[in-house]
C-alpha cells in the first residue's frame, strides 16, 4: 500500500521514524526545534524527543557542524541542519578539513556518522545569498558523500540511508522541491534508498539527460514537449552526487549515443564539467555528439524576477539544447 | 635581529613581570601520593626526551613534514590530566606529543607515526600534525588553529544526551583564542552547561605573534566572563597548579555546572616547528629565562626537596624514560613503510569501501 505525500512530508516523516528507531540520533541547528524548520520539517521533534536530542543553537555554524563531529567521533549519531546551504560557508573549515579528512587522518580509528542538511536552490527572489547549491564543492572533497534527492520516495529513503552509514554525508534539498508530490510506502514500512544508484526517470532512445536536483522535474517537461516533436529523451536522475552511479549513464548512451547534462548550480568548474569528463573517459566511443550542459549562468543570483529566472535554467533551455543536438533547432 | 627588537633589558624586564605574574609555588596537593608525584615527573621527562629527539630525527630525514614540540609545555599536558580520569577525553592542537604521552599513549606508536610507518597510531596517514590516540581517549591533533574547539564540545554533547560520566579537555593555544570558532564553542557549550574544560596553553607566542599583539587584554582567562562561565589563569610551569585547576574544572563538570576556561600560561622558548629559524624574536634573553623557568627541572627539585625522592632515584627515571625514547626510535626505523594498498583504507568506512572503492 502506498500514498501520495510531499517531499516536505516525506523528510519529516524520515526524521521522526529514525528519531524513535535510533536514541544515539540528535539534530543540532538553528530553528529545529520549536519552530520546527520554516519549512516544518522537523515539525513535532522536539515535543516527541525532547531538547536533549533536538536543540535550537545559537547562529555558529562552524560550531554546529564541529560540535556535530565531536558527537558522532564518540558514539552520537548527529544531524546538522544549515538553514540555507549558502552558510554552509562558514562552517567549511570544520567540514572540509575535519569531517572529511579526521577518519583518514586518524588512520580509521574514527566514525564519523553525521549528516549535514541543507536546503539549496534558486527561484523565489531570495538572491545571491539565499539561493546556491554547492553540490560541486562537496564532491570536490574526497571523504564526504553528496545526496540530491527530488522525489518523496528517495528524500525518505535516502535520508534513512544518509542517518544509518558510518560516514559524512551532506544531504541537500531543493527549497523548490519540498511541495513535490510523489508515492511512497504507508507509515511504519520501513525503507531505505541506497547510495550510488541513479533512477531512470523516463526511458527514451535519442538523448540521454542526467539531470541534478530540481532539474529533474524540468527535464521530464522538456521530454514531454520533445516527444510531441518526435524526440525521445531519456531522462536519468543520479540521486548521489557521491557516490556516483556512472553505469546507468553509460548503459543509457550506448542506447541513445547522445549526452546532456544539466544543473541549477553555476556552470563553471559545476558538477556537469565532472559528469561530462568521466563519460568521456568511459565511454567516449558510444558518443555520436559532443556532450552538452545546460547549467546556471556564472553570476551571482540577481533579485529581479526577470532576471533571475535568465540565470536559472529552464525546461525551455533544456529543449533547446535537445533539437540543436539533434539538428532541429 | 628582528625588525621589532626591543633592548635587551627592556626584553628581560618584560620577562621578569610576566614570571611574576605567572609563577605559583610548587605544592602537591594531598590527593597525590608520592607515587602519583612520580608519575608526573615520568611522563614530563617522558615527554621532554621524546620531543628532544624529535629535532634530530628530523634532521635527518627519519621524520618528514612538520612537527611541532611540546617542550617547556610539559607542566601543562601532564597537570591536567593526572586530574582526569578513565573513560574522559581530550582534544589537542597541532603540538599533540606531549598530550599523547600525558594521556598514557604508547610512545613506540607515536614514534612511528612521526616516521611515517604503518604501525603508527594512524598508519602513516597523520604524522606528528594529526597525531591521536584514540584508545586513550585522546581524540587527536589538528593543523587548524583552534579548530579542535568544537570538537571537544560535540564530545562533551556526547557525555550529556547519553548521561555519561566523563569530561573532555579542549587544549587549544593562545593563536586559537582569536578564530571565531573559539568563541562560539565556548559560547554554545556554556549555554548548554555541557562537561567540557577548555584549557589554554598560552606560550606567549603564536609562530611570529606576541600574544600582546593579537589581543588587547592579555588575559585569556578574562574572556570567560562574556560567557558567563569561570575563568581562571594559573602557572603553566607548575604541574600541581594545572592540576589543581582541572581537577576543580572537572568537578563542575561532572555536576553539570558547565565548562571552565582554564589558562596556562608558560612561554615557548623554542621555534614554532623544528626548522623555525626564529628571526622574528630576539632570543638572547628569552632563552636562558625560559631554561630558568623549565618545568621538568623545577619538578625535579621540588621531588627532591620535598624528600619523596633523592638525586639518584630521579636520574634513574630519567634515564628509564630516555631508554623508553631510544626504544620507541629503534622500533620505530625497523616499523615497516605503508603499502600502495592502503592508500584508500580509512577514507570511508569499512562498508563504503566494500561497497564502492574509493574512487
Given amino acids: ?329 | 635581529m628582528p625588525i621589532s627588537a626591543i633592548s635587551m633589558e627592556e626584553s628581560l624586564a618584560k620577562l621578569e613581570k610576566y614570571k611574576k605574574e605567572v609563577m605559583q609555588e610548587m605544592k602537591a596537593p594531598p590527593e597525590l601520593a608520592a607515587e602519583d608525584q612520580l608519575e608526573i615527573y615520568r611522563k614530563m621527562a617522558l615527554i621532554r626526551e621524546f620531543d628532544t629527539n624529535v629535532k634530530d630525527l628530523w634532521k635527518q630525514n627519519f621524520i618528514y613534514g612538520l612537527a611541532h614540540a611540546y617542550l617547556g609545555a610539559e607542566a601543562v599536558a601532564v597537570g591536567a590530566c593526572t586530574a582526569l580520569k578513565k573513560g574522559d577525553f581530550i582534544t589537542s592542537t597541532h603540538r599533540g606529543h606531549g598530550h599523547v604521552i600525558a594521556m598514557g599513549g604508547d610512545v613506540k606508536k607515536m614514534m612511528s607515526e612521526l616516521m611515517g610507518k604503518a604501525d603508527g597510531y594512524c598508519k602513516g596517514k597523520g604524522g606528528s600534525m594529526h597525531i591521536a590516540a584514540v584508545d586513550h581517549g585522546m581524540l587527536g591533533a589538528t593543523g587548524i588553529v583552534g579548530s579542535g574547539m568544537p570538537i571537544a564540545v560535540g564530545s562533551a554533547l556526547t557525555a550529556q544526551v547519553l548521561k555519561k560520566d566523563y569530561v573532555t579537555i579542549c587544549f587549544h593555544g593562545d593563536g586559537g583564542t582569536n578564530q571565531g570558532v573559539w568563541h562560539e564553542s565556548l559560547n554554545m557549550s556554556a549555554v548548554w552547561n555541557l562537561p567540557v574544560i577548555f584549557l589554554c596553553e598560552n606560550n606567549q607566542w603564536a609562530i611570529s605573534m606576541p600574544y600582546e599583539k593579537a589581543a588587547k587584554n592579555p588575559n585569556v582567562a578574562d574572556r570567560a566572563i562574556g560567557y558567563g562561565i569561570p575563568g581562571v589563569t594559573v602557572d603553566g610551569f607548575n604541574p600541581f597548579a594545572v592540576y589543581e585547576a582541572v581537577r576543580d574544572a572537572a568537578i563542575l563538570a561532572r555536576k553539570g555546572e558547565g565548562p571552565t576556561l582554564i589558562e596556562a600560561r608558560y612561554y615557548r622558548y623554542i621555534g614554532h616547528f623544528v626548522a623555525d629559524d626564529e628571526r622574528y624574536r630576539d632570543t638572547t634573553t628569552s632563552k636562558p629565562w625560559a631554561e630558568s623557568m623549565d618545568p621538568v627541572k623545577r619538578m625535579r627539585e621540588y621531588l627532591v626537596q620535598s624528600g619523596i625522592a633523592d638525586e639518584t632515584r630521579l636520574d634513574e627515571i630519567y634515564a628509564s624514560m630516555a631508554k623508553e625514547v631510544q626504544d620507541a626510535i629503534e622500533y620505530a626505523k625497523a616499523a615497516p613503510e605503508p603499502t600502495a594498498a592502503s592508500l584508500y583504507t580509512d577514507l570511508y568506512s569499512p562498508e563504503f569501501i566494500a561497497k564502492y572503492g574509493g574512487e
Fill in chain 1, 1 to 329: 500500500m502506498s500514498r501520495i505525500i510531499t517531499i516536505k512530508q516525506a523528510l519529516n516523516e524520515a526524521h521522526m521514524e529514525e528519531f524513535a528507531r535510533d536514541p544515539r540520533i540528535i539534530i543540532l541547528g538553528c530553528d529545529v526545534g520549536i519552530r520546527g524548520n520554516p519549512f516544518g520539517l522537523t515539525k513535532g521533534l522536539l515535543e516527541q524527543f525532547g531538547s536533549e536530542r533536538v536543540r535550537d543553537t545559537p547562529i555558529s555554524e562552524s560550531a554546529i557542524v564541529g560540535t556535530c563531529l565531536g558527537a558522532a567521533a564518540t558514539g552520537l549519531r548527529p544531524i546538522a541542519e544549515i538553514l540555507f546551504s549558502d552558510w554552509i560557508t562558514l562552517g567549511m573549515d570544520q567540514i572540509v578539513n575535519q569531517i572529511a579528512k579526521i577518519r583518514y587522518m586518524f588512520g580509521g580509528t574514527i566514525n564519523v556518522p553525521l549528516v549535514i542538511r541543507a536546503p539549496v536552490g534558486a527561484g523565489g527572489g531570495q538572491a545571491a545569498q539565499h539561493s546556491q547549491s554547492f553540490e560541486s564543492w562537496f564532491s570536490h572533497v574526497p571523504g564526504l558523500q553528496v545526496v540530491m534527492p527530488i522525489t518523496p520516495y528517495d528524500a525518505k529513503g535516502l535520508f534513512k540511508t544518509a542517518v544509518r552509514c558510518d560516514d559524512p554525508v551532506l544531504f541537500f534539498e531543493h527549497k523548490r522541491g519540498y511541495e513535490i508530490t510523489g508515492e511512497v510506502p504507508d507509515v511504519g514500512v520501513d525503507y531505505t534508498v541506497p547510495f550510488g544508484e541513479a533512477a531512470v526517470r523516463r526511458e527514451g532512445t535519442d538523448v540521454t539527460i542526467v539531470a541534478i536536483s530540481i532539474m529533474v522535474h524540468k527535464a521530464l517537461a522538456a521530454a514531454e514537449a520533445l516527444s510531441q516533436l518526435g524526440i525521445e529523451c531519456e531522462v536519468i536522475d543520479p540521486r548521489t552526487i557521491y557516490p556516483f552511479d556512472y553505469n546507468t549513464v553509460i548503459k543509457s548512451i550506448s542506447k541513445t549515443h547522445r549526452l546532456i547534462v544539466t544543473h541549477e548550480s553555476s556552470r563553471r568548474s559545476g558538477i556537469g564539467a565532472e559528469i561530462v569528463s568521466q563519460v568521456v573517459e568511459k565511454a567516449f566511443e558510444e558518443l555520436d555528439d559532443k556532450p552538452v550542459i545546460v547549467a546556471g549562468l556564472n553570476i551571482p543570483m540577481p533579485y529581479n524576477r526577470t532576471l533571475e529566472s535568465m540565470v536559472i535554467p529552464s525546461d525551455e533551455k533544456i529543449k533547446q539544447a535537445v533539437l540543436q543536438m539533434m539538428d532541429r533547432a
